[in-house]
């Protein structure tokens, strides 16, 4: 079983940065894949950005890159996301995944993970 734990999540003015980070236990970390989705009231979650085990490679949702940037600390068992320039539309309840393979590269799909944290909720006010 993997744990995961969500925070550093607020209220911040359009333009601001915010940085969320992920605590996971339960499983070596280092071994798999982690991503960030959020979920804005009466939408459906939404991929935002995806790491690598090693972090080596990331991935983005056309709508954050450039201004959101994933990491992971394998030695602190912790990701993050960097969030910079927010704007209105990024307020949402952000959640941290796991998928449930070791060494599997799951991108965009909320099928390809089994494992969530309880959400942090972000919102950006105008």
């Known amino acids: 079983q993997v744990q995961l734990v969500e925070s550093g999540g607020g209220l911040v003015q359009v333009g601001g940065s915010l940085r969320l980070s992920c605590a996971a236990s339960g499983r070596t970390f280092s071994t798999y894949a982690m991503g960030w989705f959020r979920q804005a009231p009466g939408k459906e979650r939404e991929f935002v950005a995806a790491i690598s085990w090693a972090g080596g490679n990331t991935y983005y949702a056309d709508s954050v890159k450039g201004r959101f940037t994933v990491s992971r600390d394998n030695t602190k068992n912790t990701m993050y996301l960097q969030m910079n320039s927010l704007k209105p539309e990024d307020t949402a309840v952000y959640y941290c995944?796991?998928?449930?393979?070791?060494?599997?590269?799951?991108?965009?799909?909320?099928?390809?993970?089994?494992?969530w944290g309880q959400g942090t909720q972000v919102t950006v006010s105008s």
């Open positions: 995944a796991a998928p449930g393979r070791t060494y599997y590269m799951a991108i965009g799909g909320s099928y390809d993970y089994d494992y």
